[in-house]
């Protein structure tokens, strides 16, 4: 290994075979071709949803880890009602929760040597995250940080589980400094600074080395390495132009300790696997394969298995890697359509544990075991009176745009409906974000209500490539609301979607553009929803916290170049021209748009069309997390939809199901990622 990676360990043949298992069983398609829509008078038949609260109360499970042995798992679920932690025995069991509350926590990491957990959680939604520590079996729980009004970023533990890591910005709001602990002594070192955003990505092997990302935008980083005890650093990424370097994971054993794995979009369009060679600083790319993201890297603690994810349109194909062997080992065995994440192996390396979601799977901890090739699952949430059977899955489709690239969407169609459906548009949050198709609880309720979902990753989503990802930046901003305005046509087309009947729905950047979409195109929709939108960009840029300035102007532009951009893309300065009603919903702790974007929203809206209904959760940030807030917020938003989509939802007559509708592949009008 002294001569870097790439003399002793080549992945081109691996790649080769990767190609084609990536690709199989995904078309791309530019148009759906569908059959023709029923005709006659068809048969009612009464299959009202369940209450939407049992939709709700489907659990998730998620970010497992292991503890120092392997025996058990500490991870979240939100089975009590609200994401707290919980631990399992790895071989199977009753799980256990560990910690209570009204808030939610974030996330969960094992103390890999000593029997600790340590947790974050904010307090109402205002995502001013703070650390804890807890003995394995949820005693002597102890907030090891001190400044309420400071957000922390837990780095994570050191291999020796002696010191703890983590970056925040309690010496100055603008900045993320990193830090380190001895738990036992309670005294934070900090141990680097540059005033930027920063964060622990990972320690090396041995505790001495940290592995910092430096963000400069959603689009460009740079990874620098500090050494805890003397205080050097060196940036081993430096580039030219945009960058990322994610999912670093530095290789274990003495012959692998200099060198480092990284997932990179240098010089590049996708982020594909690198190695970094730390005392040359040379980065080395050993995917050349030229298409799609790899993401999820993860290395078992003696450096032999390595394993990841491609992210293909939205799906995750798996891969593991004997590293000594040089071989691909292979994909998982049935592992089902859907989206995984929070790869770790265990202590042993035998086995590798992960997050999984799919359209009919919600989201629960997998473990795969490397030597019996066994895949099973370990928690196992349960959907109640709701039968999966009934759960759908989306199809794949690209429809054209104005300037003729094909955009990505997913199209869920509800098994029964009564002639061409209602539909909802769902946006989603970001900008640099990407709609994948995991399991939904909300959606699973709008399709038994009969309400069709089209979900497309516009300009400027992520999953695509760095170019479709900043397609959309700054002045070519409204070019993701012309993908969003020619959905109507494409859905119309289509038979199967009321032309007249379709709202678009959206978190956060999806709430400004639902709202946008109204301003920009008032004929268009029926109706909209947003969740912790923006609505004036000029006031929004002056009061964001004051760490996301500059990654919002990289987006949106600045108030010092773009005012009168930024005042263009504001649907607050056309309130006039919306004539469609709007809900919006905000939690008064929302951090990332303050409720003071709603609000002026809302008086304007009234003094216009009037036609608003405005909820504000004083208990919630960016999104209702809360489950009686949940089921408040659901429960209006679907009695909104209902009344201006002019849902019918106890009489329906069956139309094929999404598995019976058949595509036509046109892989040339393929705009993102082809």
Request: charged fraction near 20%; hydrophobic fraction near 35%.
């Amino acid at each position: 290994m002294r001569n870097g990676l790439k003399a002793a360990f080549s992945f081109l043949a691996i790649f080769s075979l990767l190609a084609s298992v990536a690709d199989a069983g995904y078309q791309v398609d530019s148009s759906l071709d569908l059959a023709p829509p029923p005709t006659g008078t068809p048969q009612p038949v009464q299959i009202p949803p369940l209450p939407i609260d049992e939709y709700l109360k489907i659990p998730f499970s998620f970010k497992g880890s292991f503890n120092h042995d392997g025996s058990e798992i500490a991870y979240i679920s939100d089975v009590s009602g609200i994401s707290q932690v919980w631990k399992i025995p790895t071989s199977g069991g009753e799980p256990v929760q560990l910690t209570t509350g009204e808030d939610p926590v974030a996330d969960v990491q094992y103390n890999p040597t000593f029997d600790q957990i340590a947790f974050t959680r904010d307090r109402n939604g205002n995502e001013r995250f703070q650390i804890y520590v807890m003995n394995s079996d949820g005693s002597g729980v102890k907030k090891i940080t001190s400044n309420d009004n400071a957000i922390y970023r837990l780095g994570g533990w050191s291999p020796s589980g002696m010191m703890i890591a983590w970056s925040d910005n309690s010496r100055d709001p603008r900045y993320f400094d990193v830090y380190i602990m001895n738990v036992d002594e309670g005294k934070p070192k900090m141990v680097f600074s540059n005033n930027s955003s920063n964060e622990v990505f990972c320690w090396s092997p041995n505790s001495r080395f940290l592995i910092v990302s430096t963000t400069y935008s959603a689009s460009d980083n740079n990874l620098t390495v500090v050494d805890v005890a003397a205080g050097d650093t060196a940036n081993l990424t430096e580039h030219p132009g945009d960058a990322l370097f994610l999912w670093p994971a530095w290789s274990k054993g003495p012959k692998h300790s200099m060198t480092m794995y990284v997932m990179t979009n240098l010089k590049r369009n996708f982020l594909k696997l690198a190695s970094i060679d730390i005392k040359r600083r040379k980065i080395i790319i050993e995917d050349s394969s030229p298409m799609w993201d790899t993401e999820n890297l993860a290395i078992s603690r003696d450096g032999r298995e390595m394993a990841y994810t491609i992210n293909r349109h939205g799906y995750s194909a798996f891969v593991v890697v004997d590293v000594p062997a040089r071989m691909l080992v292979k994909t998982l065995p049935d592992i089902p359509k859907g989206v995984v994440r929070d790869l770790t192996f265990s202590p042993d390396g035998a086995k590798l544990l992960f997050s999984f979601s799919g359209p009919r799977h919600p989201w629960d901890l997998w473990l795969y075991d490397l030597k019996t090739k066994e895949l099973r699952r370990i928690t196992k949430s349960q959907t109640g009176r709701i039968d999966s059977i009934s759960f759908i899955e989306p199809m794949f489709t690209t429809y054209l745009s104005s300037d003729g690239k094909g955009i990505p969407a997913y199209l869920y169609l509800p098994a029964k409906v009564k002639g061409p459906a209602a539909c909802v548009v769902y946006i989603h949050g970001g900008p640099a974000g990407q709609f994948r198709p995991s399991f939904e609880r909300i959606f699973l309720y709008l399709l038994d209500s009969g309400i069709a979902i089209f979900a497309p990753n516009v300009h400027g989503s992520t999953g695509y490539g760095k170019t479709w990802e900043t397609s959309d930046n700054v002045g070519l901003r409204k070019r993701s609301l012309k993908d969003l305005e020619y959905t109507v046509p494409f859905l119309a087309q289509t038979g199967y979607i009321d032309p007249k009947r379709i709202a678009v729905w959206g978190p956060g950047y999806g709430g400004w553009a639902a709202v946008a979409c109204l301003a920009n195109f008032p004929d268009k929709f029926a109706a909209a929803v947003s969740i912790g939108g923006i609505y004036n960009l000029n006031t929004y840029l002056q009061t964001i916290e004051p760490w996301r300035t500059a990654f919002q102007a990289a987006e949106y532009g600045s108030m010092a170049t773009n005012e009168d951009l930024l005042k263009d893309l504001s649907p607050y300065y056309k309130a006039e021209k919306i004539i469609a009603p709007i809900m919006m919903i905000h939690g008064a702790n929302d951090f990332e748009v303050p409720i003071s974007e709603a609000n002026q929203m809302n008086e304007l809206i009234r003094k216009h069309s009037g036609r608003i209904e405005f909820l504000v959760y004083p208990n919630e940030g960016s999104l209702p997390a809360k489950k009686n807030n949940m089921l408040d917020a659901y429960s209006k938003i679907m009695e909104f939809l209902r009344k201006h989509l002019q849902v019918q939802d106890k009489q329906s007559t069956g139309v094929p199901a999404p598995s019976e509708i058949n595509p036509k592949p046109q892989e040339k009008s393929m705009g993102a990622g082809g």
